[in-house]
C-alpha cells in the first residue's frame, strides 16, 4: 500500500482535506461533533458491507447507510418517510452533507491506494442551530434558498452548504471556474469531464 | 459540461464512450481514466493497482491526483444531487436532448418518482 508521503498531493487539495476532516469532528447545526462522526462511521461500515453498529436514530443509520452506498435508490417518498420517523429536513441535510464529503474523501484515498484516513476525536459542544430562514419547499425534496439548484442543494443549513462549496472547488472546480472550459490542472478540462461524467453513470444519477 | 469543454477547446470526444465501455472516447488519456474510475467505483484494489500505472504513465502524478479528486467529488455531488432529488430544469433537457438520447440517461431520472 501506499503511504500519503509518496504521494504529491497540490497544498491546496492537502489542506481541503485536512480542514473537511476537521470539519466533520466539529458540532453543526444540528448534530454534535461525535454524532457526525457517527453518522461518517456508519456510512464506512456500509461502504465496506459491516453490519450497523452506532447508535445513532433508525433513521439516521438508514439515512447513513443508504446515502453512502446507493444514493440512486433514494426517492421523495423514502425521504418523506425518513421525516415520518422523526428525521426532520434539517438534521436530514446536515447527513447528507457529512457522508457525502466522508465518501469523497475515503474514494480519494481509495483510488491512490492509500490507507482509509482515521476518523478524528469529536470536538465538543452543542448544534448551533443554524437554520436558513430563507430556505421554502420547491422543486427537490428539501427546502432550499433561492429556488432549486445545485449549488443551493444543501442551503437549508448554511454551513453544510459552504463547506460543500469550499470542499468542490480544490477537489474539481469552484463554481465560478465551472464556467471557465479552458481551465486546466493535472487534467485538462475535458479529461476532468470525462472523469466526472463516467463516475456519474456508474453511480447513475441523471444530474 | 463534457461536449461543451471538448468543443471549445477544439479536442473531438465521443461522448457514448462515457456509457459504452467498448468505445474509445478519443481524448488524450481517456481510455486509462475511465478504466481507472471503473476500477475506483467498483473498489477493485488489483484493478485500482493496475489502472494507477497507466494512468501514472500517461498523465503523471498530477494528472492522478486530480482524477482522484475529481471522482471523489462527483462522489459526492452524485449523492447531493440524488439524496436532494435535484432536478434537471427543462431548458437543460432541451440543450442536451441529443445527448441525453444517445447515452440512454433517462434511465437514470427518479426525481419525478415517489
Redesign the interface.
Known amino acids: 500500500m501506499t503511504t500519503e508521503e509518496e504521494?504529491?498531493?497540490?497544498p491546496d487539495?492537502a489542506e481541503n482535506l485536512q480542514r473537511t476532516w476537521a470539519n466533520l469532528a466539529r458540532p453543526g447545526a444540528k448534530w454534535t461533533g461525535a454524532q457526525r462522526l457517527a453518522i461518517a462511521a456508519e456510512a464506512r461500515r456500509a461502504?465496506d458491507r459491516a453490519l450497523p453498529g452506532s447508535d445513532l436514530p433508525g433513521p439516521a443509520t438508514e439515512a447513513s447507510r443508504l446515502?453512502?452506498v446507493n444514493?440512486?435508490a433514494?426517492?421523495?417518498?423514502w425521504?418523506e418517510a425518513l421525516v415520518a420517523a422523526g428525521l426532520d429536513h434539517e438534521s436530514y441535510?446536515e447527513l447528507?452533507?457529512v457522508?457525502?464529503?466522508l465518501?469523497?474523501?475515503d474514494?480519494?484515498y481509495?483510488?491512490?491506494?492509500l490507507p482509509p484516513r482515521p476518523l478524528p476525536a469529536p470536538v465538543a459542544g452543542e448544534p448551533s442551530g443554524e437554520i436558513s430562514a430563507q430556505a421554502r419547499p420547491g422543486?427537490?425534496?428539501?427546502p432550499?434558498v433561492g429556488g432549486?439548484s445545485?449549488t443551493q442543494?444543501?442551503s437549508l443549513i448554511p454551513s453544510e452548504n459552504a463547506e460543500?462549496a469550499r470542499?468542490?472547488g480544490?477537489?474539481?472546480l469552484t463554481f465560478e471556474e465551472?464556467s471557465d472550459?479552458?481551465i486546466a490542472?493535472?487534467?485538462?478540462?475535458?479529461?476532468?469531464?470525462?472523469?466526472?461524467?463516467?463516475?456519474?453513470?456508474?453511480?447513475?444519477?441523471?444530474? | 459540461?463534457?461536449s461543451?469543454?471538448?468543443k471549445?477547446?477544439q479536442?473531438p470526444?465521443n461522448?457514448r464512450?462515457?456509457?459504452d465501455s467498448s468505445i474509445d472516447?478519443v481524448?488524450?488519456?481517456?481510455v486509462a481514466?475511465?478504466r481507472?474510475?471503473?476500477a475506483?467505483?467498483a473498489?477493485s484494489?488489483v484493478d485500482?493497482?493496475a489502472a494507477?500505472t497507466v494512468v501514472m504513465a500517461e498523465?503523471?502524478?498530477?494528472?492522478?491526483?486530480?482524477?482522484?479528486?475529481?471522482?471523489?467529488?462527483?462522489?459526492?455531488?452524485?449523492?447531493?444531487?440524488?439524496?436532494?432529488?435535484?432536478?434537471?430544469g427543462a431548458g437543460s433537457r432541451r440543450r442536451h436532448a441529443d445527448l441525453i438520447d444517445q447515452?440512454g440517461?433517462?434511465?437514470?431520472?427518479?426525481?419525478d418518482?415517489?
Not at chain 1, 110 to 113: C, D, N, Q, S, V
Open positions: 504521494i504529491s498531493i497540490r487539495l461502504r446515502l453512502a444514493p440512486a433514494a426517492r421523495r417518498s425521504v441535510v447528507l452533507g457522508v457525502g464529503r465518501v469523497a474523501v474514494t480519494f481509495e483510488a491512490l491506494g422543486r427537490g425534496w428539501v432550499m432549486t445545485i442543494a444543501l460543500l470542499f468542490h480544490p477537489m474539481y465551472m472550459p479552458t490542472k493535472g487534467l485538462t478540462r475535458p479529461q476532468m469531464e470525462v472523469v466526472a461524467s463516467r463516475t456519474s453513470a456508474l453511480n447513475e444519477c441523471f444530474y | 459540461m463534457l461543451w469543454s471538448s471549445i477547446n479536442i470526444i461522448v464512450a462515457i456509457t472516447p481524448i488524450p488519456g481517456g481514466l475511465l481507472f474510475v471503473d475506483v467505483l473498489r484494489a485500482i493497482s494507477v498523465l503523471g502524478q498530477a494528472g492522478l491526483v486530480d482524477a482522484a479528486a475529481v471522482i471523489g467529488n462527483f462522489q459526492m455531488m452524485n449523492r447531493v444531487a440524488d439524496g436532494t432529488g435535484m432536478p434537471v447515452l440517461l433517462d434511465r437514470f431520472d427518479h426525481t418518482e415517489a
